[in-house]
């Protein structure tokens, strides 16, 4: 339904910062509430923040609190993920995702990803 293209990843130093990026096509995401999981190696995906399509309250994972955030440009149809202070454990492959509310996003229940970006952090 919505197309959803990641960049922005890739290798960066313990300390080190990170912008991704989501493009989206096929349809506007104005009225999407947009997402950024991540999945690490043997672990589950993860939802680390959230933005409404209303773009006013955040959601992040206690995880990244203070570390990441998340922004949207809907004249752009793309949304932003800007990573600070990133450690070894925030390897993982990055997956943007748009759902018709942060509920049914937090829930899984209708939610349209992207193919992933991976970001390795290490020194």
């Known amino acids: 339904q919505v197309r959803l293209v990641e960049s922005g990843g890739g290798l960066v130093q313990p300390g080190g910062s990170l912008r991704l990026s989501c493009a989206a096509s096929g349809r506007t995401i104005s009225m999407y509430a947009m997402g950024w999981f991540r999945q690490a190696p043997g672990k589950e995906r993860e939802l680390i923040a959230s933005?409404?399509?209303?773009?006013?309250?955040?959601f992040y994972a206690d995880s990244v609190k203070g570390r990441f955030a998340i922004s949207r440009d809907n004249a752009k149809n793309t949304v932003y993920l800007q990573m600070n202070s990133l450690k070894p454990e925030d390897t993982a492959i990055y997956y943007c995702?748009?759902?018709?509310?942060?509920?049914?996003?937090?829930?899984?229940?209708?939610?349209?990803w992207g193919q992933g970006t991976q970001v390795t952090v290490s020194s």
């Open positions: 933005i409404p399509w209303t773009g006013d309250t955040r």
């Open positions: 995702a748009a759902s018709r509310s942060v509920l049914s996003m937090t829930i899984r229940g209708d939610v349209d």
